[in-house]
């Protein structure tokens, strides 16, 4: 029989982020954070991306006077909070052997000016890390995940002022001394690249509170204020716990030439080369000189010390961690050529490849390739820490999800890796699914787009019993992971 062999040590997991799951926005003292202020809209045309995700400050006050839940989906998620221990318990019996999650910021410090950490936070985080290490589980974890405390939008308009490094390596500085006897695997930011197309729900930045200033500035200024506060946090990582590995961690949509026409090709290679140009900061040391003329060319200022760049470049990641949904294509001249409906990374339009009900195209072999990419660039560990299907899913009255078009999307992405690992000579660290259980869309703020291997009972007006019910690829994640490191190839077949 054929085998696929996983290297020894592989890390088979789920992934997911505090403000998506966790709900209890006030409870234990935690403070408000950017997600808090996101609401669900049914009206709202969820294609149009940068409007659901840009906020007004006159809209934060709107969230701030109200108290309610319903409608916040990040404020209630799927009740993680309180169901962890049950959640964690039935994802260990699929054979997980890590579980990526975030700290809430706000949940340890408030108002993440605080003097002091929140006691109650720290403590829920010392509960939920060790029943991850109880049930056999290593915990991957990132430390800004889209959930920054909201007071430091609203007293020092975000990562634009240079003291919110400060609060941020503050709080890193605390909870990685609390868990690092816990934690071995440590992201300092969720997908850096993200602030550039999604600012306020990605750093919190907020156009209408920079009358005087080029908002592309404010954006270009946060990035680099992540990119030293992320450097910061590796050196302190690598001092002090040197068994522990700092990720880099980055959005990778695959971008193909619409035709072989090479002023197409080109166009596509620079997008790509484009969105690399975070992780290159991060794994190589130093900005890109593309960066730095695009910058320059937008006729912004971006204040950059000597001291910054040295740290940036005395201290690069371990890993290069990234995010694979899918892919599209580009063209030099795109005019009457059909887009993709998807909200987050449009494109032209792949005739190649199907979509998901969201209008992602969905393309297993780009997950190939990325890999190729990365590994050829960097030379460095990979890990595949988000990969998974956003579907509407439907349960039936005897209380089962049958998602065989997830079990697809998951069986079609994993043999990519597989093959990749046994032909393409990367070295990968290791494969999470989006989706634990159900939970909160980060881009939609919608309960009905599903990624979990768990149905969660609520809908996208806050109403259901949040009770868990096993979906089939659930079952069929579960099987994967008993062959453990010898995967009969005939398991991918359909
Ligand atoms: C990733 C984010 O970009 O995409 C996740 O890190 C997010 O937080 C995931 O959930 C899927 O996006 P969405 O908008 O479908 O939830």
């Given at each position: 029989?054929?085998?696929?062999?996983?290297?020894?040590?592989?890390?088979w997991?789920?992934?997911?982020?505090?403000?998506?799951?966790?709900?209890?926005?006030?409870?234990?003292?935690?403070?408000?954070?950017?997600?808090?202020?996101?609401?669900?809209?049914?009206?709202?045309?969820?294609?149009?991306?940068?409007?659901?995700?840009?906020?007004?400050?006159?809209?934060?006050?709107?969230?701030?006077?109200?108290?309610?839940?319903?409608?916040?989906?990040?404020?209630?998620?799927?009740?993680?909070?309180?169901?962890?221990?049950?959640?964690?318990?039935?994802?260990?019996?699929t054979g997980?052997?890590?579980?990526?999650?975030?700290?809430?910021?706000?949940?340890?410090?408030?108002?993440?000016?605080?003097?002091?950490?929140?006691?109650?936070?720290?403590?829920?985080?010392?509960?939920?890390?060790?029943?991850?290490?109880?049930?056999?589980?290593?915990?991957?974890?990132?430390?800004?995940?889209?959930?920054?405390?909201?007071?430091?939008?609203?007293?020092?308009?975000?990562?634009?002022?240079?003291?919110?490094?400060?609060?941020?390596?503050?709080?890193?500085?605390?909870?990685?001394?609390?868990?690092?006897?816990?934690?071995?695997?440590?992201?300092?930011?969720?997908?850096?690249?993200?602030?550039?197309?999604?600012?306020?729900?990605?750093?919190?930045?907020?156009?209408?509170?920079?009358?005087?200033?080029?908002?592309?500035?404010?954006?270009?200024?946060?990035?680099?204020?992540?990119?030293?506060?992320?450097?910061?946090?590796?050196?302190?990582?690598?001092?002090?716990?040197?068994?522990?590995?700092?990720?880099?961690?980055?959005?990778?949509?695959?971008?193909?030439?619409?035709?072989?026409?090479?002023?197409?090709?080109?166009?596509?290679?620079?997008?790509?080369?484009?969105?690399?140009?975070?992780?290159?900061?991060?794994?190589?040391?130093?900005?890109?000189?593309?960066?730095?003329?695009?910058?320059?060319?937008?006729?912004?200022?971006?204040?950059?010390?000597?001291?910054?760049?040295?740290?940036?470049?005395?201290?690069?990641?371990?890993?290069?961690?990234?995010?694979?949904?899918?892919?599209?294509?580009?063209?030099?001249?795109?005019?009457?050529?059909?887009?993709?409906?998807?909200?987050?990374?449009?494109?032209?339009?792949?005739?190649?490849?199907?979509?998901?009900?969201?209008?992602?195209?969905?393309?297993?072999?780009?997950?190939?390739?990325?890999?190729?990419?990365?590994?050829?660039?960097?030379?460095?560990?990979?890990?595949?820490?988000?990969?998974?299907?956003?579907?509407?899913?439907?349960?039936?009255?005897?209380?089962?999800?049958?998602?065989?078009?997830?079990i697809?999307?998951l069986r079609?992405?994993i043999s990519?890796?597989?093959?990749?690992?046994?032909?393409?000579?990367?070295?990968?660290?290791?494969y999470?699914v989006?989706?634990?259980?159900?939970?909160?869309?980060?881009?939609?703020?919608?309960?009905?787009?599903?990624?979990?291997?768990?149905?969660?009972?609520?809908?996208?007006?806050?109403?259901?019993?949040?009770?868990?019910?096993?979906?089939?690829?659930?079952f069929w994640y579960q099987k994967l992971l008993s062959y453990k490191?010898?995967i009969p190839?005939?398991f991918f077949?359909?």
């Amino acid at each position: 029989m054929d085998y696929y062999q996983v290297p020894e040590g592989f890390m088979w997991g789920v992934a997911t982020s505090a403000n998506q799951v966790e709900g209890g926005w006030n409870e234990d003292g935690k403070g408000m954070s950017i997600a808090d202020c996101e609401r669900y809209n049914s009206y709202q045309n969820l294609n149009d991306y940068k409007k659901v995700n840009d906020m007004t400050t006159a809209e934060i006050q709107a969230a701030l006077k109200d108290k309610t839940t319903k409608a916040w989906g990040k404020r209630h998620g799927v009740d993680f909070y309180h169901h962890y221990k049950e959640d964690i318990a039935t994802l260990a019996k699929t054979g997980i052997n890590s579980f990526r999650i975030s700290i809430a910021w706000s949940r340890i410090y408030p108002n993440g000016d605080d003097e002091k950490p929140n006691e109650a936070g720290l403590r829920y985080y010392d509960s939920l890390f060790q029943t991850m290490i109880d049930n056999g589980i290593q915990p991957v974890v990132t430390l800004s995940h889209y959930e920054m405390p909201l007071n430091l939008v609203l007293k020092y308009d975000s990562w634009y002022d240079k003291r919110v490094i400060s609060f941020f390596t503050q709080f890193a500085q605390t909870v990685i001394t609390r868990y690092h006897n816990l934690v071995n695997y440590w992201i300092p930011i969720n997908e850096i690249d993200s602030i550039i197309r999604h600012p306020y729900s990605s750093a919190g930045l907020v156009k209408d509170r920079f009358p005087n200033l080029n908002f592309d500035e404010v954006i270009y200024q946060s990035m680099h204020n992540q990119f030293v506060a992320a450097a910061w946090i590796t050196k302190f990582i690598h001092d002090k716990y040197p068994n522990a590995k700092v990720g880099s961690m980055i959005t990778s949509t695959m971008v193909y030439p619409y035709t072989s026409d090479p002023r197409n090709m080109l166009k596509a290679t620079q997008i790509m080369r484009k969105s690399y140009n975070f992780s290159d900061i991060q794994l190589r040391g130093k900005y890109p000189k593309v960066l730095l003329k695009h910058i320059h060319d937008l006729n912004v200022h971006v204040k950059m010390t000597d001291t910054e760049l040295r740290l940036i470049k005395e201290n690069t990641a371990d890993f290069v961690a990234f995010s694979y949904y899918s892919s599209v294509c580009t063209a030099y001249d795109t005019t009457g050529l059909k887009v993709t409906k998807a909200n987050r990374t449009t494109g032209v339009y792949n005739k190649y490849l199907p979509e998901s009900d969201w209008g992602w195209q969905i393309d297993p072999v780009g997950l190939r390739i990325i890999l190729i990419n990365l590994y050829d660039r960097y030379q460095k560990p990979l890990f595949i820490v988000e990969n998974g299907l956003g579907a509407k899913d439907k349960l039936t009255l005897d209380g089962k999800v049958h998602d065989q078009y997830r079990i697809d999307y998951l069986r079609k992405h994993i043999s990519q890796m597989l093959l990749s690992l046994k032909d393409d000579g990367i070295e990968l660290m290791g494969y999470m699914v989006w989706g634990t259980t159900d939970m909160v869309s980060a881009s939609t703020t919608q309960m009905s787009k599903r990624y979990g291997l768990i149905y969660v009972d609520l809908n996208d007006e806050g109403d259901g019993t949040y009770k868990r019910y096993l979906k089939d690829s659930y079952f069929w994640y579960q099987k994967l992971l008993s062959y453990k490191n010898k995967i009969p190839t005939m398991f991918f077949n359909k």
